[in-house]
Antibody, heavy 119, light 112 residues
């Protein structure tokens, strides 16, 4: 079945960097767009970034534009989120999510990885 | 950005009773292709979100038929015909007609 497993979270100081990974299995990864969505402690869901199936187009929330980079390696069935210049407000659980076929809404989500930005 | 507004923000329901959540968008979610890009997700306690309903009224694979979605344009509703204990959690509506995809604030459903 479809499985998405995030990793790479941790505690980082303000201004630091972190790279998240999302290992995908159970579907043809190279055929689907992918998202990163985050959830700050006790808060709702915030879309972060989207990448098309072939990596040709990438989109970002204004709150992370210029600091975060979404990418993918279709040969490794893996999605990435490079996070630079981290701020306290980036503290959240980060979920990767698979798009439904032919659409850009999320139909399957991973369990998430926690990022804490603190000195 | 499209603003999604859910009401109520919390709901306490007796098992077996119905429940209803409203979601309003600041712009129409009807696309020129004829589809309406409104979705419902449930985040059970300690879990990641799961898709319940896509394009207003279509149940995702494995979703019980006690869940139904309706609405058009800017006004949408999720209904649970008979709430069960496993339905507790936070329900989110989301639009995907344009980026950034935006979510409602969430409606917390608990059992009385």
């Amino acid at each position: 079945q479809v499985q998405l497993v995030e990793s790479g979270g941790g505690v980082v100081q303000p201004g630091g960097s972190l790279r998240l990974s999302c290992a995908a299995s159970g579907f043809t990864f190279s055929s689907y767009g992918m998202h990163w969505v985050r959830q700050a402690p006790g808060k709702g869901l915030e879309w972060v970034a989207f990448i098309r199936y072939d990596g040709s187009n990438k989109y970002y929330a204004d709150s992370v534009k210029g600091r975060f980079t979404i990418s993918r390696d279709n040969s490794k069935n893996t999605l990435y989120l490079q996070m630079n210049s981290l701020r306290a407000e980036d503290t959240a659980v980060y979920y990767c999510a698979k798009c439904a076929w032919g659409f850009n809404y999320m139909d399957v989500w991973g369990k998430g990885t926690t990022v804490t930005v603190s000195s | 950005d499209i603003v999604m507004t859910q009401t109520p923000l919390s709901l306490s329901v007796t098992p077996g009773q119905p429940a209803s959540i409203s979601c309003k968008s600041s712009q129409s979610l009807l696309h020129s292709d004829g589809k309406t890009y409104l979705y419902w997700y449930l985040q059970k306690p300690g879990q990641s979100p799961q898709l319940l309903i896509y394009e207003v009224s279509n149940r995702f694979s494995g979703v019980p038929d006690r869940f139904s979605g309706s609405g058009s344009g800017t006004d949408f509703t999720l209904k649970i015909s008979r709430v069960e204990a496993e339905d507790v959690g936070v329900y989110y509506c989301m639009q995907s007609i344009q980026l950034p995809q935006t979510f409602g604030q969430g409606t917390k459903v608990e059992i009385k």
